[in-house]
């Protein structure tokens, strides 16, 4: 129609400028960190087909899921002594976090028995770990995202874990990461709280404490940290408080029992040594006196600013000479160093190039020489910087873990 309106034009909404970047960049997606939560969605959304697809066409290995069942159907019973606790495979020896969280699994899996009910349980578990791993790579940005693929799509033995064992290593990682999510968003009492639930469905998570209470002393000093370790405290109080009141001394030897004996057949990384040597007491002993030597070294020669006391963390922040460095998302990630901590640590020490200057002065460097490995055999892919010599002087640490 002649002088009709003319067309007007609209301006690109954001979303399709999103589009158009990652259209531009497609061949880069894969390698640039401000696309880790795009490539992690379309990741996590393929390990749910990849989870049902394990289930349905992998036979499932019963282990300790019968184990389990038997313990707390002994509490079910009305047996709240921890020493009269037992499985198939031996006695009780987790704490009364565990035996809560798998007596809803027991009442779930009708006492057990719908095991692939069970392993959906599990996969659920899984998709809920893995989004709380990427989201925490997501506030790093230290690392590429097709990396997250050998993370989760790649590794058989992480899916094993959770799905086709039915462990209760993946319900204590899933709370602790979680408790990893809430320190990087500052809210340090509620990470701790969660913390604590953790380390009551496994005490191997007990392995991040000192880490933890590490960040802690930094970021409060010493008299604000203490109401968050009560707290901790409390609740595996709370928690046990059924068992202590019937057999106190049963249940603090049960659950948290520091000389179990793990068997041969089950290590992952001590594997390379003799069976009578995997098994001799002095060897433990040695493995704890260098863990604890490690310790006093790191505190005494590298946990602290040149020309400072290590004892300067247990001051209030405001009363410290040295300017406070905000701790940051890379050093509360080195807490769960582990399959899922590794890549980030690598990323960070080849793009500084040098052992020295790997980490940031303070608090970043020294959580990174003294982190828990203890998750290390959860992934085949996983693999220690050769150019890191602290990383391996922490290593006894995984022998007091899943071993």
Same mark, same amino acid.
């Given at each position: 129609?002649?002088?009709?309106?003319?067309?007007?034009?609209?301006?690109?909404?954001?979303?399709?400028?999103?589009?158009?970047?990652?259209?531009?960049?497609?061949?880069?997606?894969?390698?640039?960190?401000?696309?880790?939560?795009?490539?992690?969605?379309?990741?996590?959304?393929?390990?749910?087909?990849?989870?049902?697809?394990?289930?349905?066409?992998?036979?499932?290995?019963?282990?300790?899921?019968?184990?389990?069942?038997?313990?707390?159907?002994?509490?079910?019973?009305?047996?709240?002594?921890?020493?009269?606790?037992?499985?198939?495979?031996?006695?009780?020896?987790?704490?009364?976090?565990?035996?809560?969280?798998?007596?809803?699994?027991?009442?779930?899996?009708?006492?057990?028995?719908?095991?692939? #009910?069970?392993?959906?349980?599990?996969?659920?578990?899984?998709?809920?770990?893995?989004? #709380?791993?990427?989201?925490?790579?997501?506030?790093?940005?230290?690392?590429?995202?097709?990396?997250?693929?050998?993370?989760?799509?790649?590794?058989?033995?992480?899916?094993?874990?959770?799905?086709?064992?039915?462990?209760?290593?993946?319900?204590?990682?899933?709370?602790?990461?979680?408790?990893?999510?809430?320190?990087?968003?500052?809210?340090?009492?509620?990470?701790?709280?969660?913390?604590?639930?953790?380390?009551?469905?496994?005490?191997?998570?007990?392995?991040?404490?000192?880490?933890?209470?590490?960040?802690?002393?930094?970021?409060?000093?010493?008299?604000?940290?203490?109401?968050? #370790?009560?707290?901790?405290?409390?609740?595996?109080?709370?928690?046990?408080?059924?068992?202590?009141?019937?057999?106190?001394?049963?249940?603090?030897?049960?659950?948290?029992?520091?000389?179990?004996?793990?068997?041969?057949?089950?290590?992952?990384?001590?594997?390379?040594?003799?069976?009578?040597?995997?098994?001799?007491?002095?060897?433990?002993?040695?493995?704890?006196?260098?863990?604890?030597?490690?310790?006093?070294?790191?505190?005494?020669?590298?946990?602290?600013?040149?020309?400072?006391?290590?004892?300067?963390?247990?001051?209030?922040?405001?009363?410290?000479?040295?300017?406070?460095?905000?701790?940051?998302?890379?050093?509360?990630?080195?807490?769960?160093?582990?399959?899922?901590?590794?890549?980030?640590?690598?990323?960070?020490?080849?793009?500084?190039?040098?052992?020295?200057?790997?980490?940031?002065?303070?608090?970043?460097?020294?959580?990174?020489?003294?982190?828990?490995?203890?998750?290390?055999?959860?992934?085949?892919?996983?693999?220690?910087?050769?150019?890191?010599?602290?990383?391996?002087?922490?290593?006894?640490?995984?022998?007091?873990?899943?071993?």
């Amino acid at each position: 129609m002649a002088g009709g309106k003319k067309k007007s034009s609209t301006a690109p909404s954001r979303f399709q400028k999103t589009l158009s970047s990652i259209w531009q960049d497609k061949h880069m997606v894969l390698f640039k960190t401000e696309y880790t939560l795009l490539v992690t969605a379309v990741l996590w959304f393929l390990e749910i087909a990849i989870n049902i697809w394990v289930i349905q066409k992998v036979s499932y290995t019963e282990i300790d899921w019968k184990a389990y069942m038997d313990e707390v159907e002994g509490v079910i019973n009305g047996t709240y002594d921890y020493t009269q606790l037992k499985g198939d495979t031996g006695p009780l020896v987790y704490p009364a976090g565990f035996v809560y969280i798998f007596t809803g699994l027991y009442y779930l899996t009708d006492h057990g028995h719908n095991i692939r #009910l069970g392993q959906y349980v599990f996969a659920v578990f899984y998709l809920i770990n893995l989004l #709380l791993v990427m989201r925490i790579y997501h506030r790093t940005k230290k690392v590429p995202p097709y990396v997250f693929f050998f993370i989760c799509c790649a590794s058989y033995r992480i899916h094993s874990i959770f799905i086709l064992r039915l462990f209760n290593d993946p319900v204590a990682m899933m709370l602790c990461f979680g408790a990893i999510n809430l320190f990087l968003d500052g809210r340090w009492t509620l990470g701790c709280a969660l913390y604590s639930l953790a380390v009551s469905v496994k005490m191997n998570v007990l392995l991040f404490a000192p880490g933890l209470l590490f960040l802690l002393l930094c970021e409060f000093g010493l008299w604000k940290t203490l109401p968050r #370790l009560a707290l901790c405290a409390v609740i595996q109080l709370v928690l046990g408080l059924p068992f202590l009141l019937v057999n106190p001394v049963g249940y603090v030897s049960r659950a948290f029992d520091l000389g179990r004996q793990f068997l041969f057949k089950w290590t992952v990384n001590w594997r390379f040594l003799p069976e009578d040597v995997f098994l001799n007491r002095y060897f433990h002993l040695a493995l704890l006196l260098a863990h604890i030597t490690t310790l006093l070294l790191f505190a005494l020669k590298r946990w602290k600013r040149s020309g400072s006391s290590i004892w300067t963390i247990l001051k209030d922040p405001s009363e410290r000479k040295e300017t406070a460095h905000k701790i940051s998302a890379l050093s509360v990630l080195c807490l769960v160093f582990s399959y899922a901590a590794l890549p980030a640590v690598e990323w960070r020490s080849e793009e500084a190039g040098t052992p020295t200057q790997s980490v940031d002065s303070g608090s970043d460097r020294a959580v990174l020489e003294h982190v828990s490995i203890h998750q290390l055999q959860l992934s085949v892919s996983a693999r220690l910087p050769p150019h890191h010599p602290p990383l391996f002087m922490a290593q006894p640490q995984s022998s007091f873990s899943i071993s």
